[in-house]
């Protein structure tokens, strides 16, 4: 039977642990820390349900097919699709366009760059070497729509920069699209159509997905069914190929450990010191990959205090003069049970590539500017409260130039080692979707 070792317990190694387990490998999951999930964590503190990582999850076909699996629909949570999206600018939330009506009406575009925006099927341009996200909206879709609808999306999505975000590595399917159609407008039609001829029993559900008591659910239950194959607590000191890398040897402080195949699921910056010694370059490219300081403040905001109800999913923030955070998710208003009656629970984030200096900000330094631009964003007569601050040294990996080159460092080295395996949120997407979709069937 062939066994395997896993390393590091987020979401990419417990899918992956699940997924071999299933085909009857001999499988060991090893996390460092005494609890598995990784970043997906909720917490519960003075009657809020907080997540102090991912907050939403799109229910991609793979994902909800493990929620099946691990017999959790009838817990899941579906947030309305319809709820709608804001951006902050000019010291304003505008709605977000979700419709051609919408798009004419809104404030966020001027009257050129919304002409400009419906031309687009119709431009033909040449994209260029190693784009970036900005640079590839401004050529299709205008300066005005790169500035105030992609730059503050991308922070929400990577807490990252969408002038330093490469599109090929970041957003695939819409260079694809460039490529193959010409066009942004054509290749989402064409994905459309293609979308639609699948079986109605393939179709995941549209919204945001939750459960009744956090995120963390889905890591609990996949860690459960891992049993004893499952260990927390256990810090891989060195990792080591012998027998002409046939068999994988592995330190801990528990003693030695061998395997015929071994999975890093660990952190870049983990998987980097753990090949560094027989793959340098490897070591690297992981090396490389940037992951900033994030913030996440959880707010209670005092239902009375704002000028009418709190209905949407939250606003992004485009970057401006008078307001620091990147964003803020409405949770409260998302999903019932995460705030005690009466007030509501905001999610902001802060820092990210778009603000390295808010790592020198102490916590009540942080609390200050998280209450401040919310207060000023909301229009509360009263300024929330700072419920939990977490702070992370290094959060999202960011796709930054480069980044497929070094992913491809990886592929060689895999082919090198074929008994290794690099997995994580930094190699094909960052949404626990993608980690989900790429962990189990990959």
């Not at 598995?36 to 999850?57: C, H, I, K, S, Y």
């Not at 970036?132 to 991308?154: K, T």
């Not at 699948?198 to 459960?211: D, T, V, W």
């Not at 803020?328 to 995460?338: D, E, K, T």
């Amino acid at each position: 039977m062939t066994s395997t070792i896993v390393v590091g317990g987020g979401m990419s190694g417990l899918v992956r642990a699940r997924a071999l387990a299933a085909k009857g490998e001999d499988v060991v999951l090893l996390e460092s820390s005494d609890r598995a999930g990784g970043a997906v964590r909720t917490e519960r503190r003075d009657g809020f349900l907080m997540e102090l990582g991912p907050n939403t999850v799109r229910p991609t076909r793979e994902l909800w097919a493990l929620v099946g699996e691990l017999g959790l629909k009838d817990r899941a949570l579906l947030a309305d699709p319809r709820l709608p999206r804001f951006v902050e600018w000019n010291g304003k939330l505008h709605p977000l366009p979700m419709s051609p009506g919408g798009l004419i009406g809104t404030k966020l575009l001027s009257a050129r760059a919304k002409l400009r925006l419906l031309a687009e099927p119709f431009r033909r341009s040449e994209a260029g070497p190693e784009e970036s996200v900005h640079a590839f909206f401004a050529r299709r879709l205008g300066e005005e729509v790169a500035d105030r609808f992609i730059e503050p999306f991308v922070g929400g999505i990577f807490a990252g920069s969408s002038h330093s975000l490469s599109i090929a590595a970041a957003f695939p399917s819409f260079a694809r699209w460039d490529s193959d159609h010409g066009s942004i407008v054509r290749g989402a039609i064409a994905e459309r159509r293609r979308a639609a001829k699948a079986p109605e029993s393939e179709r995941p559900p549209r919204g945001l997905l939750s459960f009744g008591d956090g995120l963390e659910t889905l890591a609990r239950a996949v860690a459960a069914g891992l049993g004893d194959r499952l260990r927390t607590g256990t810090r891989v000191e060195s990792l080591t190929p012998a027998n002409g890398a046939r068999t994988w040897v592995l330190r801990t402080a528990g003693g030695e450990r061998k395997g015929d195949n071994v999975v890093l699921a660990a952190p870049a910056w983990e998987a980097a010191r753990l090949v560094r010694e027989f793959a340098p370059e490897a070591a690297e490219a992981l090396g490389a990959i940037p992951h900033p300081f994030l913030a996440v403040a959880h707010l209670s905001v005092p239902l009375a205090s704002l000028p009418g109800p709190l209905h949407g999913f939250g606003h992004l923030v485009v970057p401006q003069k008078g307001r620091r955070i990147l964003g803020a998710v409405w949770s409260s208003s998302l999903f019932q049970g995460r705030a005690p009656q009466g007030t509501a629970l905001v999610t902001v984030f802060l820092g990210g590539s778009r603000d390295p200096d808010a790592a020198r900000l102490s916590d009540p330094e942080l609390s200050k500017v998280a209450v401040r631009d919310l207060a000023g964003a909301l229009g509360a007569k009263q300024d929330p409260r700072v419920v939990l601050l977490t702070r992370y040294s290094r959060s999202i990996p960011q796709y930054t130039a480069g980044h497929l080159a070094r992913i491809a460092v990886l592929e060689k080295t895999e082919a090198r080692f074929p008994g290794l395996t690099f997995l994580g949120n930094y190699r094909g997407g960052v949404s626990v979707g993608d980690v989900v979709k790429n962990a189990a069937f990959s």
